[in-house]
């Protein structure tokens, strides 16, 4: 391999570095990291390891916080125990072992038009040969006590040039993420080589945006950030470059939305008729105004022939099947097929039960289930191909090959983000090359996990987002307890009580090392172990992601006939169980769930109309999980835990479940942007209404940096 042009000289830092490239194009941004000065193969391997390639990787490695060096002090009026930094020249240098511990230190007197000091180094003993006595040097350090005298203990030093300029001692220094290997000191260093280069860096702001929206130039922000003057303004210059990283995400995300809704077509339903009245006719409640307003916004969909995709969010046990029923229904009075898609097959099982319940006689339903023989499932695919079948339940098996719809119209995705988002728009075109028309489903995607909406309009930006917050009438809110193991026998016996009221209780066993066959082990052993003790007088049943589809069906049979006083079970409850009379939620080693997990658990109870409890036994091993727990203590609105959840676990992690599609948030934070997004999505509508393609001159800077930004990872941003 060639070796890599040295645009900035290589070798040591010895003496002024050479200047680099004024401006900062494509070509002098992709240059390795070997052309700078200080950077051989082994650093650059090193470099390697922190994400850092390219010089334009290094521009956009953003400190995580700062110090403020602001206050230099004279040696004459420093404090015993305080830390600071003082300017001084060097004489006396020496190398000392101590006698005790035989620890090197590095001793030079300093001294400054106030008075002298002795600065002490430890174990850097090679300072004895870069130093020389008349040197002028900036030190940060802690004035301590001595057996001595005083002694001026450094952290950090700076040999200074005849310019006086310091990068590490002085002034608002910037602290970089960095590692055992590669110090902050270094990376400081390396960037302050390439400020030249950052004030040339384009600007994919369109003048007249930036100039509207008071905000400094992207070579500015950058100089400001790396290289700030005060707090304010590397404040002021982080909210600039986050706002362009947000708007870059957002215009992605709506393009993708606008160039779907222009490249497909959908069904556009007539109104509503008897069919759907009597539906609404016979539910055993009244509908919420959020259902009734969620319905709205549905229906205003279904009307169109823009294709629906719109996300329905609502709290575990808010009533999104009722609503997505009423979309599923539309499509069948209209003459035409729905189909219903769960991530598991328990939870498929369970929403036939429901529908079952709900629309008998109203639709010939019909559930696509690995129970099934070979010619069953025969005769219920010839039956959805022909349209007799009018509503399918089933799991991602719905839209395999062997799957043939007659005329699909409206598709529900139940917890979508289970499938993995990015497979959100290949749902839908897969399923429509299946239909072999050239019309789509209205796709609606249901989620019981409340997102918080910071992390909606950047994850699902390209949906419309409807809310079903609140309750159905009837429901109380759970009680939730933290039971430590010295109070395991009284939550046994609290469990017991709630028993011999004819109560029902579920006890769920923690994840074993994300193996599925050692977590059906363990609840096994569980169920065994409690029926041959805390729980003799009661029988106790198991349910686990081992069992085959037949065994699971029979015990949730058995346990909402009454006929199970305690189900044992692994997460796989997690979702779509609906048993009233259970009112107890037992959750062993609580610490080891996520709090949307622990959230979602909890509401397998309170379904009924009697007072359900959660008992999370726990020990508190982490401040993550010492907050998760106290979060579920002190709220049961899944939309506040969710923004808890967010605080608590950063958007790193849960922006890295979406699988794949959004580039990651190098200096943007969901948990303090929150304003920031809003305003990064108005200004995308804004710029998108004035120019829907980005093809006017004005926005070819940021054209090219969006593609920049997602061409790598959303393909399908890219293919209109």
């Given at each position: 391999?060639?070796?890599?042009?040295?645009?900035?000289?290589?070798?040591?830092?010895?003496g002024?570095?050479?200047?680099?490239?004024?401006?900062?194009?494509?070509?002098?941004?992709?240059?390795p990291?070997?052309?700078?000065?200080?950077?051989?193969?082994?650093?650059?391997?090193?470099?390697?390891?922190?994400?850092?390639?390219r010089?334009g990787?290094?521009?956009?490695?953003?400190?995580?916080?700062?110090?403020?060096?602001?206050?230099?002090?004279?040696?004459?009026?420093?404090?015993l125990?305080?830390e600071?930094?003082?300017?001084?020249?060097?004489?006396?240098v020496?190398v000392?072992r101590?006698a005790?511990?035989?620890?090197?230190?590095?001793?030079?007197?300093?001294?400054?038009?106030?008075?002298?000091?002795?600065?002490?180094?430890?174990?850097?003993?090679?300072?004895?040969?870069?130093f020389?006595?008349?040197?002028?040097?900036?030190?940060?350090?802690?004035?301590?006590?001595?057996r001595?005298?005083?002694?001026?203990?450094?952290?950090?030093h700076?040999i200074?040039?005849e310019?006086?300029?310091?990068?590490?001692?002085?002034?608002?220094?910037?602290?970089?993420?960095?590692?055992?290997?590669?110090s902050?000191?270094?990376?400081?260093?390396l960037?302050?080589?390439?400020?030249?280069?950052?004030?040339?860096?384009?600007?994919?702001?369109?003048?007249?945006?930036?100039?509207?929206?008071?905000?400094?130039?992207?070579?500015?922000?950058?100089?400001?950030l790396?290289?700030?003057?005060?707090?304010?303004?590397?404040?002021?210059?982080?909210?600039?470059?986050?706002?362009?990283?947000l708007?870059?995400?957002?215009?992605?995300?709506?393009?993708?939305?606008r160039r779907?809704?222009?490249?497909?077509?959908a069904?556009?339903?007539?109104?509503p008729?008897?069919?759907?009245?009597?539906?609404l006719?016979?539910?055993?409640?009244?509908?919420?105004?959020?259902?009734?307003?969620?319905?709205?916004?549905?229906?205003?969909?279904?009307?169109?022939?823009?294709?629906?995709r719109?996300?329905?969010?609502?709290?575990v046990?808010?009533?999104?099947?009722?609503?997505?029923?009423?979309?599923?229904?539309?499509?069948?009075?209209?003459?035409?097929?729905?189909?219903f898609?769960?991530?598991t097959?328990?939870l498929?099982?369970?929403?036939?039960?429901?529908?079952?319940?709900?629309v008998?006689?109203l639709?010939?339903?019909?559930?696509?289930?690995s129970?099934?023989t070979?010619a069953?499932?025969?005769?219920?695919?010839?039956?959805?191909?022909?349209?007799?079948?009018?509503?399918?339940?089933?799991?991602?098996?719905?839209?395999?090959?062997?799957?043939?719809?007659?005329?699909?119209?409206?598709?529900?995705?139940?917890?979508?983000?289970?499938?993995?988002?990015?497979?959100?728009?290949?749902?839908?075109?897969?399923t429509?090359?299946?239909?072999?028309?050239?019309?789509?489903?209205?796709?609606?995607?249901?989620?019981?996990?409340?997102i918080p909406?910071?992390?909606?309009?950047?994850?699902?930006?390209?949906?419309d987002?409807?809310?079903?917050?609140?309750?159905?009438?009837?429901?109380?809110?759970?009680?939730?307890?933290?039971?430590?193991?010295e109070?395991?026998?009284?939550g046994?016996?609290?469990?017991?009580?709630?028993?011999?009221?004819?109560?029902?209780?579920?006890?769920?066993?923690p994840?074993?090392?994300e193996s599925?066959?050692?977590?059906?082990s363990a609840?096994?052993?569980?169920?065994?172990?409690?029926?041959a003790?805390?729980?003799?007088d009661?029988?106790?049943?198991v349910?686990?992601?081992?069992?085959?589809?037949?065994?699971?069906?029979?015990?949730?049979?058995?346990f909402k006939?009454?006929?199970?006083?305690?189900?044992?079970?692994?997460?796989?409850?997690?979702?779509?169980i609906?048993?009233p009379?259970?009112?107890?939620?037992?959750?062993?080693?609580a610490?080891?769930?996520?709090?949307?997990q622990?959230?979602?658990?909890?509401?397998?109870?309170?379904?009924?109309?009697?007072?359900?409890?959660?008992?999370?036994?726990?020990?508190t091993?982490?401040r993550?999980?010492?907050?998760?727990?106290?979060?579920?203590?002190?709220?049961?609105?899944?939309?506040?835990?969710?923004?808890?959840?967010?605080?608590?676990?950063?958007?790193?992690?849960?922006?890295?479940?979406?699988?794949?599609?959004?580039?990651?948030?190098?200096?943007?934070?969901?948990?303090?942007?929150?304003?920031?997004?809003?305003?990064?999505?108005?200004?995308?509508?804004?710029?998108?209404t004035?120019?829907?393609?980005?093809?006017?001159?004005?926005?070819a800077?940021?054209?090219?940096?969006?593609?920049?930004?997602?061409?790598?990872?959303?393909?399908w941003?890219?293919k209109?």
């Amino acid at each position: 391999m060639p070796a890599a042009p040295q645009l900035f000289g290589g070798g040591r830092f010895t003496g002024a570095p050479p200047r680099p490239p004024f401006f900062a194009t494509p070509a002098v941004l992709d240059q390795p990291l070997s052309s700078l000065p200080g950077v051989g193969p082994t650093m650059a391997r090193r470099l390697e390891h922190l994400g850092l390639i390219r010089i334009g990787d290094l521009i956009e490695h953003y400190p995580r916080r700062y110090e403020d060096f602001t206050q230099r002090k004279r040696i004459a009026d420093l404090l015993l125990g305080e830390e600071a930094t003082v300017r001084g020249t060097l004489a006396h240098v020496r190398v000392e072992r101590t006698a005790r511990r035989g620890v090197r230190l590095t001793k030079a007197l300093v001294a400054d038009d106030s008075g002298m000091m002795e600065a002490v180094w430890f174990n850097q003993p090679y300072l004895a040969d870069v130093f020389r006595e008349g040197m002028t040097v900036s030190l940060r350090g802690v004035f301590k006590p001595g057996r001595r005298g005083p002694t001026f203990v450094v952290k950090a030093h700076e040999i200074l040039a005849e310019s006086g300029e310091t990068v590490h001692t002085e002034g608002i220094v910037p602290v970089y993420p960095a590692s055992e290997e590669v110090s902050a000191r270094f990376l400081r260093t390396l960037l302050r080589l390439l400020r030249p280069l950052m004030r040339g860096t384009p600007d994919p702001l369109p003048a007249a945006v930036r100039v509207a929206a008071r905000l400094p130039t992207r070579g500015d922000a950058l100089l400001a950030l790396h290289v700030p003057r005060s707090l304010a303004q590397a404040a002021q210059a982080r909210e600039r470059l986050a706002l362009e990283e947000l708007l870059l995400m957002q215009l992605g995300l709506l393009l993708h939305k606008r160039r779907t809704e222009a490249q497909v077509r959908a069904v556009a339903l007539p109104p509503p008729g008897d069919l759907v009245r009597r539906f609404l006719g016979r539910l055993p409640f009244r509908l919420t105004p959020y259902q009734e307003q969620a319905l709205a916004d549905i229906e205003g969909d279904l009307r169109s022939a823009r294709p629906m995709r719109r996300l329905l969010q609502g709290d575990v046990g808010s009533g999104k099947t009722v609503v997505a029923l009423y979309a599923l229904l539309r499509a069948v009075e209209a003459g035409a097929q729905g189909a219903f898609m769960a991530p598991t097959e328990t939870l498929a099982e369970q929403h036939m039960e429901t529908i079952d319940g709900l629309v008998s006689g109203l639709a010939q339903a019909e559930l696509l289930s690995s129970r099934l023989t070979a010619a069953q499932r025969r005769d219920a695919l010839a039956r959805v191909a022909s349209g007799e079948t009018t509503l399918v339940v089933g799991t991602h098996a719905l839209i395999q090959g062997d799957v043939q719809f007659a005329r699909l119209a409206v598709a529900v995705v139940d917890e979508q983000h289970r499938f993995g988002v990015a497979q959100r728009d290949e749902l839908a075109t897969r399923t429509a090359s299946v239909l072999g028309q050239e019309t789509t489903p209205h796709m609606l995607y249901m989620t019981a996990t409340p997102i918080p909406r910071t992390l909606a309009l950047t994850i699902y930006g390209d949906l419309d987002v409807t809310v079903i917050e609140g309750s159905p009438a009837g429901r109380t809110p759970v009680a939730t307890r933290l039971v430590g193991e010295e109070k395991r026998a009284q939550g046994y016996e609290f469990v017991r009580r709630q028993l011999a009221k004819g109560r029902q209780a579920y006890v769920v066993c923690p994840i074993i090392d994300e193996s599925e066959t050692l977590s059906a082990s363990a609840a096994t052993e569980e169920a065994a172990r409690l029926q041959a003790g805390e729980f003799r007088d009661y029988v106790v049943g198991v349910l686990h992601g081992q069992m085959r589809p037949a065994e699971r069906a029979h015990v949730m049979s058995e346990f909402k006939a009454g006929r199970i006083d305690v189900l044992v079970a692994t997460s796989v409850i997690e979702v779509g169980i609906d048993v009233p009379n259970a009112t107890v939620m037992m959750i062993e080693s609580a610490e080891r769930f996520g709090l949307a997990q622990l959230h979602q658990l909890r509401g397998r109870v309170g379904r009924g109309t009697a007072k359900s409890y959660c008992l999370l036994f726990a020990e508190t091993t982490t401040r993550k999980a010492d907050a998760r727990l106290k979060a579920m203590l002190t709220t049961t609105n899944g939309f506040e835990l969710a923004d808890r959840d967010l605080e608590i676990r950063g958007e790193g992690q849960l922006l890295g479940a979406r699988q794949s599609g959004l580039p990651d948030l190098k200096i943007a934070r969901l948990t303090q942007d929150r304003a920031l997004i809003e305003r990064a999505r108005r200004l995308a509508q804004r710029i998108l209404t004035d120019d829907p393609d980005l093809s006017q001159p004005k926005n070819a800077p940021l054209s090219d940096a969006l593609q920049a930004a997602f061409g790598g990872e959303l393909a399908w941003l890219l293919k209109a």
